[in-house]
């Protein structure tokens, strides 16, 4: 028991470790696994651990990595552990929490797939492939750190430009890559500085790759989702939110994991998302019509978090039904029409033929008629002598005693009583805000979205996607909620790039990242045609002219550009073609035995197309996908200097 408080000691002596007696295991494991040079370090210096814990070989210290992380793991150095096991609820794989686990799960899409997202009556139709490949994390050592970046341009209102300088605090960012080794690269740079993260994962439906009929079919999706947020969740600011756009299939197993990762305790909201019509093949089989998503709101810390106040519009207000004909404040007698009348005598229309001459302009026509008209629509309202005081009690009271005469009590925020025949008279005006820009009837926005989907969606932005977009008008939603002026906002599945163009629009800086092919034509033009001032989705509501810039950079492949290569693959006869180019390559797994390989050629042969792709990419080191920063100095890359010295800028080094 000794060398267990002995151990928690000498970890205390990094915070990230362990604090004020509590051990952070995870972050112990993790360092562990990695070898890191802290911990390392740490260890080393105490006599009794570093007994333990290395080996000398030939006067070299040797790290027992297995054996440290099963001391830590035991349950006597936590001995409330058991307790905590179980009265804890989380998602396990192979008898370990997720969250626990060390597995990284990366990506390779098709390049020439169609993004969908979940959206529409197609969903079954999908195609939108993912192979997914596990690495167990003593498998992981140069994999998730910050990559060299490549490619480098600046894009603004001139169009594309050669990249001179960075400016970390101003600059908004659009990175091609692996997103998991995105994230991983720019913690060093970003940690705690982005106060929304937005992303629109693949949803799971069964048909988008990750369908895997292992003993708990979800646990590969989850595995690459938790990758990911572990890693963002150091972006976050201590103020931050993270909103993630989910279906039902996989909405409570991502409930759990957020659980886990954030704590139950900041979980704010589960927004339900109107996504579509009770209409067309959606109706052709019985049962409960799907037309539902689901927007998962966490905050980073409780304590800190603070949502703007954010209003949606709603159907007016029949209450103000009063028109004041002779409106003139601190005027005695004030004459009270309805306000059809006024309103048909506006529109020089018989009142009782007004709805079937304006037909479906009748309710926008009334509305705008009291928007312009708000200082002189109002509605009456009954006065509780019980809840008003003694000076709104008198002055009722004067008013009962004289009919038809207005009294007004002045008040310090210039919002007057005013009383009429004992009744409060409320203006049209005092009840109207801003929603989208505009003065309308508004309500504060719920957890009930049935407003965000525009009809135009497909060719928002000035791309053309039938499938797979957001509305700018739910992300700039998020948006206003989450975040002010200036604040920086990231999505690492950017797609279209619904959230940089809407962070543009809003005045907010972004960082986003996509590693399919499209991401040089797709989000990229898409941003461009924001800048150029292009006025779908939301630009009218924030009165959008064009303007700012952005820095396009991608990761430097290394292995990766293989992995392109065999996506591209037509036949068998061009893959084992590849495959002879490949096995000569230093970055063959050392799992993989060409020898073997080639022994078995004919069977490989036999195989279908896309077993041969997953086969081939399964021979690959993933650790050396892209360029690692600490290597940009070896020739065999080939970085010139240009890149160099804007990858000594980013990082800041």
């Known amino acids: 028991m000794q060398l267990f408080e002995h151990v928690k000691e000498v970890l205390s002596k990094n915070e990230s470790f362990c604090k004020d007696g509590k051990l952070f295991k995870n972050n112990v494991v993790e360092a562990a696994l990695k070898l890191d040079a802290e911990l390392l370090t740490i ?28 001391f830590v793991s035991n349950k006597q150095f936590l001995p409330d552990s058991y307790t905590t096991f179980k009265n804890k609820i989380g998602l396990t794989a192979n008898g370990e929490y997720l969250t626990e686990a060390n597995e990284v799960v990366l990506d390779f899409p098709y390049k020439d797939c169609v993004l969908e997202g979940g959206q529409t009556k197609e969903d079954q139709k999908r195609k939108e492939i993912f192979w997914n490949e596990t690495l167990a994390g003593d498998e992981i050592d140069r994999l998730l750190e910050p990559k060299t ?6 894009y603004d209102d001139k169009g594309e ?9 101003k600059d908004n960012f659009l990175f091609k890559g692996n997103n998991l080794l995105t994230i991983n690269s720019l913690l060093s740079i970003f940690k705690s500085q982005v106060k929304l993260i937005y992303i629109d994962p693949p949803y ?39 909103a993630i756009s989910i279906d039902h299939n996989e909405l409570s197993y991502l409930l759990v994991l957020m659980d886990e990762i954030f704590g139950k305790e900041n979980l704010k909201n589960i927004i339900t998302i109107k996504r579509g019509s009770v209409t067309g ?38 209450r103000y039904n009063k028109f004041i004909v002779n409106y003139e404040k601190g005027k005695k007698s004030w004459e009270f029409v309805s306000l059809l009348d006024q309103f048909s005598e506006f529109k020089d229309i ?59 009590l002045e008040r310090e925020d210039k919002r007057d009583y005013n009383i009429y025949n004992g009744e409060l008279i409320l203006f049209a005006k005092d009840r109207l805000t801003e929603v989208d820009g505009v003065q309308r009837f508004g309500e504060l926005v719920t957890d009930m979205w049935d407003d965000v989907l525009p009809n135009d969606l497909h060719n928002e932005g000035g791309v ?17 909620l989450f975040t002010n002026e200036g604040d920086l906002v990231f999505d690492f599945f950017v797609g279209s790039g619904t959230t940089a163009s809407v962070a543009l629009k809003t005045k907010r800086r972004f960082i986003v990242c996509e590693q399919m092919e499209y991401t040089e034509t797709l989000p990229l033009n898409r941003i461009v045609n924001t800048i150029n001032g292009e006025q779908s989705g939301v630009s009218k509501q924030y009165e959008w002219k064009g303007g700012g810039s952005f820095v396009y950079a991608e990761l430097a492949e290394n292995a990766a550009s293989y992995i392109s290569k065999i996506e591209e693959l037509k036949s068998s006869k061009d893959a084992v073609a590849l495959w002879n180019k490949l096995k000569e390559e230093p970055f063959i797994s050392y799992r993989v035995s060409p020898s073997e390989f080639d022994a078995n050629i004919d069977s490989f042969e036999q195989l279908e197309l896309d077993d041969q792709k997953k086969l081939l990419i399964s021979t690959i080191d993933k650790n050396h996908l892209y360029i690692n920063y600490a290597d940009i100095e070896d020739k065999t890359y080939n970085i010139s200097d240009a890149d160099k010295k804007l990858n000594l800028q980013f990082y800041n080094r």
Do not use: M
């Not at 026509?365 to 005081?389: G, Y």
């Open 43 to 70: 260890l080393l210096k105490d006599d009794t651990t570093k007994k333990h814990f290395f080996t000398t070989v030939e006067g070299v210290q040797v790290f027992d990595k297995v054996k440290f992380q099963q």
């Open 149 to 154: 970046l490549t490619n480098w341009k600046r």
């Open 161 to 169: 430009n050669t990249l001179k300088s960075i400016d970390l605090s």
């Open 204 to 242: 799971n439906t069964g048909s988008d790759g990750f369908d895997y009929n292992d003993r708990f079919n979800h646990s590969t999706w989850l595995t690459f989702i938790k990758n990911r947020l572990i890693s963002a969740k150091s972006l976050l600011s201590k103020d931050g939110t993270i």
């Open 281 to 318: 093949a959606k109706v052709i089989n019985p049962g409960v019509v799907n037309i539902s998503e689901y927007v998962v709101i966490y905050s980073r810390d409780s304590s800190n978090w603070k949502p703007n106040r954010v209003y949606r519009q709603k159907a007016r207000d029949e």
């Open 350 to 408: 018989p009142k009782s033929k007004l709805k079937k001459e304006l037909g479906d302009a009748y309710e926008i026509e009334l509305e705008n008629f009291v928007i312009d008209n708000q200082d002189k629509v109002v509605r009456f309202a009954s006065l509780d002598d019980k809840a008003i005081s003694q000076d709104a009690y008198e002055l009722k009271q004067k008013s009962l005693s004289k009919p038809d005469n207005i009294f007004t």
């Open 464 to 480: 053309s996607l039938r499938k797979g977009k957001k509305p700018e008008k739910l992300i700039a939603r998020l948006v206003e």
